[in-house]
């Protein structure tokens, strides 16, 4: 079977800034939020290509 090449580019800019003197800010929620709408299900794609034994890679740059 021929390979395919699929890139998926994530942008994210979240700023985090912790206010101490606030208790509840958006910046927490716009951390958490990204945690469990991207990072989680794509943990999950990944767990599920190791398990039908899809050889494939991953990068990522900072």
Same mark, same amino acid.
């Given at each position: 079977? $021929?390979?395919?090449?699929? =890139?998926?580019?994530? #942008? =994210? #800019?979240? %700023? &985090?800034?912790? #206010? $101490? /003197? #606030? +208790?509840? &800010?958006? /910046? +927490?929620?716009?951390? &958490? +939020?990204?945690? @469990? /709408? @991207?990072?989680? %299900?794509?943990?999950?794609?990944?767990?599920?290509?190791?398990?039908?034994?899809?050889? &494939?890679?991953?990068?990522?740059?900072?």
């Amino acid at each position: 079977m $021929p390979k395919g090449y699929l =890139a998926i580019v994530l #942008h =994210a #800019h979240l %700023p &985090f800034v912790r #206010h $101490p /003197e #606030h +208790e509840d &800010f958006l /910046e +927490e929620d716009w951390f &958490f +939020e990204a945690i @469990t /709408e @991207t990072y989680i %299900p794509l943990i999950r794609a990944f767990d599920r290509l190791v398990k039908d034994g899809v050889d &494939f890679r991953l990068t990522i740059s900072i």
